[in-house]
């Protein structure tokens, strides 16, 4: 059973940068689609960027793309969400997810969080001065 541990939140200055982890354990995160969600207070839960196992291609939202990277070394069985120019809008529990291969783009399936079967407990980011 696929397993994910999340790691790396904290708390930020805006402008600053964090690198969050997640860390598989019982089969190999790159036979799967990894996704990064955050959830805000008070809000639903959305994907930030997303990862497709087939060919390593990438989505990130509007918000993200251009200060987000998602990335995953597989030698380390490891996922990483490299998010620079943090504002206030960034903070949440920010979760990482893993689907099967899925018939869909990778945009679309940043949004389709019902289909990621397995998630991690979540780490918390906040931005604030």
């Known amino acids: 059973q696929l397993q994910l541990v999340e790691s790396g939140g904290g708390l930020v200055q805006p402008g600053g940068s964090l690198r969050l982890s997640c860390a598989a354990s019982?089969?190999?995160?790159?036979?799967?689609?990894i996704g990064w969600f955050r959830q805000a207070p008070g809000k639903e839960r959305e994907g930030v960027s997303c990862i497709r196992s087939s060919d390593g291609s990438t989505y990130y939202t509007d918000s993200a793309k251009g200060r987000f990277t998602i990335s995953r070394d597989n030698a380390k069985n490891t996922v990483y969400l490299q998010m620079n120019t943090l504002t206030p809008e960034d903070t949440g529990v920010y979760y990482c997810?893993?689907?099967?291969?899925?018939?869909?783009?990778?945009?679309?399936?940043?949004?389709?969080?019902?289909?990621?079967?397995?998630w991690g407990q979540g780490t918390q980011v906040t931005v604030s001065s």
């Open positions: 019982g089969l190999y995160l790159d036979l799967y689609a």
């Open positions: 997810a893993a689907a099967g291969p899925l018939p869909y783009t990778v945009q679309a399936m940043c949004t389709m969080r019902g289909k990621f079967a397995s």
